[in-house]
């Protein structure tokens, strides 16, 4: 829980996002969406973006696999 992963969807497409919760229908992944926003109205530079996560969910046999590889963050010293 709580994790940075990847889920490849079962129509070959992949997929990014937190994993929030799982239980037996499904998960729940906060999915993230980049939003731009037009500053210049209250006397700012211009247009600034940031990104929002939204809380999804999925079921299983939305994907491939009913496992969830965690986005390797680093890589361990064997």
């Known amino acids: 829980m ?10 070959g ?3 990014d996002g937190i994993l929030d919760s799982m239980d037996d229908g499904g998960i729940t992944m906060l999915v993230p969406e980049d939003v731009e926003d ?3 109205q209250f006397g700012g530079y ?5 990104r929002r996560y939204r809380r999804r969910r999925y079921p ?8 969830f590889v965690p986005f390797p ?3 361990p010293y064997w």
Do not use: E
């Not at 709580?2 to 129509?11: F, L, P």
């Not at 299983?60 to 496992?67: D, G, H, K, L």
């Open 73 to 75: 963050y680093y890589y």
């Open 13 to 15: 497409s992949s997929m």
């Open 46 to 50: 211009g247009r600034r973006r940031y």
């Open 38 to 40: 037009d500053d210049r």
């Open 60 to 67: 299983y046999s939305f994907f491939v696999f009913p496992f």
């Open 2 to 11: 709580s994790y940075h992963v990847i889920g490849h969807r079962s129509d």
